[in-house]
């Protein structure tokens, strides 16, 4: 999984070509520690046909809320650029991820 800060989310999500799942995360946010190995093991299994990174809120506080991210932990799909679909705080759990980066690739 690529970490990405404020200097590279516009190349690396907002710029990029195809599919995109951000982890929104923050280091004082356990669901958000608690979730990282699942982001981890499903970004192993889908990892070619989606990109996968993580960002941490709490060093980009204002890329996040221009993001409308608003609350932890937050996973949300991107297609070329423009937000797909998103999952917050208890619906971001390792089936609805997997459920919703299913749909993303249909």
Aim: aromatic letters at 6%.
């Amino acid at each position: 999984m690529l970490l990405v800060d404020k200097d590279t989310f516009q190349t690396e999500v907002l710029e990029a070509k195809g599919l995109v799942l951000v982890d929104y995360f923050s280091d004082g946010c356990e669901p958000c520690k608690a979730l990282m190995p699942d982001v981890e093991a499903l970004s192993e299994q889908y990892g070619k046909e989606i990109k996968f990174v993580k960002l941490n809120t709490a060093s980009a506080r204002r890329l996040a809320i221009s993001q409308k991210v608003l609350g932890l932990p937050t996973i949300t799909i991107y297609k070329d650029g423009e937000k797909l679909s998103e999952l917050i705080k208890d619906d971001a759990v390792k089936t609805n991820i997997e459920e919703m980066i299913k749909k993303a690739l249909k």
